[in-house]
């Protein structure tokens, strides 16, 4: 069997094939990576004193709270930022340069990796990749707050609130990946603008879709109901079976009985069954004595069904 070459294994299934070397943790995070990474350009990215400045031990620590808001409806009155400091215009700045360095270092890595695999730039490869992700997920956490903003005014037939907030988060990471810092424009102009758009193309599907299918599939009308016809069918069976058997006085009940059972249950009439206090008034009996009598004569007739009905 001929084996492909990792260059072209790597490009069959866009994933990175970990080499030699590498512990568990590693290869699992190495096996994650893409193995085409684009990034937003900066001239700044080409200099020596680069990596020191964005990642040195001099570079300004940004800490971004952790977002903890999720809707489930629309109504949901309490912002997703109450509480929360907005993240500065520098600070926003200095992220996605350090996104975007992070990754055009990592995608320099990848052209060398392409040519001979090594288990000491695969390391760097994850390293460059996990400041990318984790740079990343900064950016996400302080604007995740535009996605429900946006989502609160949007109005979709068909579509639930939930759905919409999936669409708004994709939109969030395609515009991050996008976003050209140095054109001097907020992220949230730019990335607001992403999410209604992608909401306007949300909703063009949906319609699409509704045009074609315009009934929601519901399982439960696709249930058999045979079992339902089947014990319906029986128990009409044994109703009149129970009726014959009362007719015609099969089970040998006195008067007493056959009355009782046929006012209690309500057969032979449109009425329905009686209680045992009116059966009671109808024969001159207590509650209890016509209770013991109607048990002596169900007995009876479950006899008589078994004689006649039940055994061939």
Not at 91 to 118: G, I, M, P, S, V
């Amino acid at each position: 069997m001929k084996t492909l070459p990792d260059t072209q294994t790597a490009a069959a299934t866009g994933r990175l094939l970990p080499p030699a070397g590498l512990d568990e943790e590693e290869r699992t995070v190495y096996a994650r990576i893409p193995s085409k990474v684009g990034f937003v350009g900066n001239p700044e990215f080409a200099a020596a004193s680069a990596e020191e400045r964005f990642f040195g031990q001099n570079a300004p620590r940004i800490e971004v709270s952790a977002w903890t808001h999720f809707p489930e409806v629309a109504q949901d009155a309490v912002g997703g930022s109450a509480g929360r400091p907005r993240l500065a215009s520098k600070d926003e700045a200095a992220l996605f340069l350090r996104y975007n360095y992070a990754r055009y270092r990592l995608k320099k890595l990848l052209a060398l990796q392409a040519r001979r695999n090594t288990a000491s730039r695969a390391k760097e490869v994850i390293t460059w990749f996990m400041r990318g992700q984790d740079i990343q997920g900064k950016l996400v956490r302080a604007n995740m707050a535009l996605v429900l903003a946006m989502a609160k005014r949007t109005r979709i037939p068909n579509v639930e609130f939930g759905e919409l907030i999936s669409e708004g988060n994709m939109a969030l990471l395609r515009s991050i990946e996008k976003f050209d810092v140095t054109r001097g424009f907020k992220f949230s102009t730019y990335a607001c603008r992403a999410i209604l758009k992608s909401f306007s193309r949300l909703a063009t599907s949906t319609g699409r879709y509704r045009q074609r299918f315009p009934v929601e599939f519901d399982p439960e009308l696709e249930r058999s109901d045979c079992d339902v016809q089947r014990h319906e069918l029986q128990r009409d069976d044994s109703v009149e079976a129970l009726r014959d058997i009362l007719v015609r006085n099969r089970a040998k009940l006195t008067e007493v009985e056959r009355t009782i059972v046929m006012e209690r249950f309500g057969i032979g009439s449109t009425e329905k069954g009686r209680t045992l206090a009116e059966v009671g008034k109808v024969v001159g009996l207590t509650n209890e004595r016509v209770r013991q009598i109607q048990n002596l004569a169900l007995q009876k007739i479950r006899e008589a069904l078994e004689q006649e009905y039940l055994v061939a």
